[in-house]
């Protein structure tokens, strides 16, 4: 089952990239999926929901080696291409995108949407950047080792993060369920802020 979430995550978010920004480069692509993954955890899905791991690496970006095989054996049957900026679907690859969506693991779509929607409201690069000041990504990128990710511990600092974009939005009367996109922003810009704020103490 972990194959096909990956490969669905892949698909979507390429398409999405591709879409907006006329391709998705490989690392934008694993960082984009841990974002979804984490607007899931934001929906009270617990991480195993996902159906596969992320780990930091020394560099400080999330990775998924599920999603790394997965694009291996799409660009292998040729669903993925390498474009100008980065990889596009062929018409398989968007076939293969439908069937996905249409199957049990259509649910993942809302946060794969979510989360690629953000690189509308703010600068496309600045989504992962902001995602390695993520407490977990960013104690990796402190330590230069890998780790895995959306531990407990990692995850109660998030959810803490959560609970207080949450309870803002409350206060402007905005469901934050009914479009995830926007605490998924207000979360983005809240760890560059931070990151700003940390630095210019120094």
């Given at each position: 089952?972990?194959?096909?979430?990956?490969?669905?995550?892949?698909?979507?978010?390429?398409?999405?990239?591709?879409?907006?920004?006329?391709?998705?480069?490989?690392g934008e692509i694993h960082a984009f999926a841990y974002l979804a993954c984490l607007v899931a955890f934001y929906d009270d899905r617990e991480p195993e929901w996902w159906q596969y791991r992320f780990t930091a690496t020394a560099a400080g970006a999330p990775y998924a080696?599920?999603?790394t095989r997965g694009?291996?054996?799409?660009?292998?049957?040729?669903?993925?291409?390498?474009?100008?900026?980065?990889?596009?679907?062929s018409d398989r690859g968007e076939g293969q995108l439908d069937l996905l969506r249409r199957s049990n693991l259509g649910e993942r779509d809302q946060y794969l949407e979510a989360a690629t929607a953000t690189a509308l409201m703010m600068p496309l690069p600045t989504v992962p950047e902001a995602l390695?000041?993520?407490?977990?990504l960013k104690r990796a990128l402190q330590w230069a080792a890998s780790t895995e990710l959306l531990e407990p511990e990692g995850l109660d600092l998030v959810r803490r993060?959560?609970?207080?974009?949450?309870?803002?939005?409350?206060?402007?009367e905005v469901d934050a369920r009914e479009d995830l996109m926007v605490p998924a922003v207000l979360w983005l810009t809240y760890l560059l802020e931070e990151q700003r704020r940390s630095s210019e103490g120094k």
């Open positions: 089952m972990s194959s096909a979430g990956a490969a669905l995550d892949a698909l979507a978010i390429t398409a999405r990239l591709q879409e907006d920004a006329g391709g998705a480069m490989v080696y599920a999603l694009l291996e054996s799409l660009g292998a049957a040729g669903a993925v291409l390498q474009g100008d900026r980065g990889l596009v679907l390695t000041f993520e407490p977990q993060q959560f609970d207080a974009i949450t309870e803002t939005l409350t206060e402007q």
